[in-house]
């Protein structure tokens, strides 16, 4: 089994725009603004033997307010741009979708994809419930802190007791802290 990195793509690899203080996605490749340190970030943890995959949610597609082409074109470009393995995106915007984090289903199917050791594994975030999908997938977490980071979504809010394994400013310091903690033995 391989340990493996998981990234949320807005706010971490790519820019967002806020408005009222929520977080918005790029629309088309026109809008799409990589994340400065963004490759210097993915390239590093490749080189350092991780499986990258993104697990974005998309929730847009699902009302309505963004095209289902356009998100795959937009996936596939951060890939291509980062040298990002796979990418897993879930579209529904119903709660009860096991693939919406919080809740760990895109970890999940990923990792019997992929044969990914998620204890040895992390996630990225720049949003709480990226944090609540790691921690309830069994990796460790990191969270990219922006003002909007706690905010409810979804229509729920953190739970108290949700933590981070680490809270930082950049993706170039969430990778260097990865690459300075041990590795956890695939159990």
């Not at 009860?96 to 992929?114: E, W």
């Amino acid at each position: 089994m391989r340990a493996a990195v998981f990234l949320d793509r807005d706010g971490v690899l790519n820019e967002v725009r806020v408005e009222a203080g929520v977080p918005h996605p790029p629309r088309t490749t026109a809008d799409l603004e990589i994340v400065s340190d963004a490759p210097t970030a993915t390239r590093r943890l490749s080189e350092a033997g991780y499986v990258l995959v993104i697990i974005t949610n998309q929730p847009d597609v699902a009302r309505g307010d963004a095209d289902r082409a356009e998100v795959e074109e937009l996936n596939e470009a951060v890939r291509t741009t980062l040298g990002i393995d796979h990418v897993y995106c879930g579209w529904h915007d119903g709660s009860a979708c096991s693939c919406r984090k919080p809740r760990p289903g895109m970890l999940l199917t990923s990792a019997a994809d992929l044969d990914l050791d998620l204890a040895a594994s992390w996630v990225i975030g720049d949003r709480w419930v990226d944090i609540g999908a790691g921690v309830a997938a069994g990796t460790r977490t990191i969270l990219i802190e922006r003002d909007y980071s706690w905010d409810p979504s979804g229509g729920i809010a953190p739970s108290e007791d949700l933590v981070p394994t680490a809270k930082v400013a950049t993706i170039v310091e969430a990778v260097t802290l990865i690459l300075r903690t041990p590795e956890r033995q695939s159990s």
